[in-house]
Structures are given as C-alpha cells and as structure tokens.
C-alpha cells in the first residue's frame, strides 16, 4: 500500500509559471523526499527534508513540511520544458534504521511551451 | 564516478521462466535496494540489501529474491515468472543502510508473455 498520496495526479501549465503538487502520508515520518522521473527512466533525488523542518529550497525548488497535517508541497518556480516529468514524494514510513522508502503514486507534471 | 548501472535493460521472458537482473551501485555505496514500479501499484519496495544481508523485505511473495556480493554488487531473481510481474524494476544505492538520499538506475524493463 502506499504511504504518499500526490495531489493532483496530473498537471499541465504553461512554460514560465509555477508549478506546485502536494504530498499526504499516514504514518509518522523521520523524513520526506522527493524524487523526479522521466518517461520510464530511473528516479532522480531532489530534495530531502527532515521532520523537523519546515521549509526547504534548492534552486528553484522549494518544499514544505507540516507533519501535524502529515503533508508536504513540492513548488517548482518559472518552470521550463526541462521539469516535464513525473514527481513522487517518499517517505521512510518512520521504520528506525531500515533503508526502506514508501512512494507516493506520483504527479506527472508537463510543461508546455 | 559512474552511476548505478542495470543490466539488461529490456528483458522478454514467457509465463513459468525465471529471470535474474543484475545490479552494480556507486563505487563506495555499500545499500543497494530493489523496487518495483507498474502503472497499477506504482512504486513499491521490494527488498534492501546492506553488507551482503537483507536488511528489510517489502510485501512480496517468496518468488522474489535477492542477494548482494562482497563487492556490493545485488541481483535480483523471479522465479515461476507471471504476467502480473510484467514492470519496471529499479534498483537504487546509497553509501549506508538507514534512510538517506538513494541513486536509482534505469531499470530493467520485464516484459513476460
């Protein structure tokens, strides 16, 4: 069963704007990742938050954590035709020492010019 | 340094064969873990090797195994192939077990007929 739950499932937007996808999970987390894929490829790492943070950046990608509301948001600003892909949030279902990430089912996310 | 390499890429079995899929992870990364990816179940973790030990098992049917050499190097085996195990499998390292930032191949895409 998954832990993550991505919102929305699909996104398109125009070259330029923002681009935001959300992240719910149900279990009690050390930390939250999230991981980029293109079409049928291996998972790229983006970014990793701890949860004790609440906010996170990393180039023009800024993640949020609200772990009372078990949820995360992923925002991609001045999006390019580069980001179209699909992106997946994944926890570590707060298994102590287990090297075990739980996927969401992912937003495909797709950029148009 | 060279990333985590998969090998083949594309596989065609028949319902009943057994397949292997081979995995070699960053010089120096010591965790490899399997996940399996369908358009059905998403992403799911099958199994994460750490020091030549499994070190956690995801909800797999005992038809799914692995192992992981003194060079780190893991495989992965399907026996009694289905149709249902028709996927994407991922194989991600990283330099310890625990949850830290993983680095994914390209995947080994299984058809079986």
């Known amino acids: 069963s998954q832990q993550g739950e991505e919102d929305p499932q699909a996104l398109s937007i125009q070259e330029g704007e923002n681009a935001t996808m959300n992240c719910s999970y149900k279990?009690?987390?050390?930390?939250l990742q999230w991981y980029r894929q293109n079409s049928g490829r291996g998972l790229v790492h983006l970014i990793l938050i701890r949860s004790n943070e609440r906010e996170k950046h990393s180039g023009r990608l800024r993640v949020t954590l609200d772990t009372s509301k078990k949820s995360s948001s992923l925002l991609i600003t001045a999006s390019r035709a580069a980001d179209t892909a699909s992106y997946f949030c994944?926890?570590?279902?707060?298994?102590?020492?287990?090297?075990?990430?739980?996927f969401g089912q992912g937003t495909r996310l797709t950029i148009n010019p | 340094k060279a990333g985590v390499t998969q090998t083949p890429r594309y596989l065609i079995k028949t319902r009943g064969q057994q397949v292997t899929l081979s995995c070699s992870p960053i010089?120096?990364?010591?965790?490899v873990s399997w996940y399996q990816q369908t358009p059905g179940q998403g992403l799911q973790f099958l199994f994460e090797?750490?020091?030549?030990?499994?070190?956690n098992k995801g909800n797999f049917p005992g038809r799914f195994s692995g192992r992981q050499f003194s060079n780190s190097r893991s495989e992965m085996n399907v026996s009694t192939l289905e149709l249902g195990d028709s996927a994407l499998y991922l194989c991600a390292s990283s330099l310890t077990t625990g949850v830290h930032i993983q680095y994914f191949g390209a995947g080994t895409r299984l058809s079986v007929l």
């Open positions: 010089s120096g990364h010591r965790s």
């Open positions: 994944a926890t570590d279902a707060g298994v102590q020492g287990a090297q075990k990430l739980v």
């Open positions: 279990t009690s987390i050390n930390n």
């Open positions: 090797y750490f020091s030549e030990t499994q070190r």
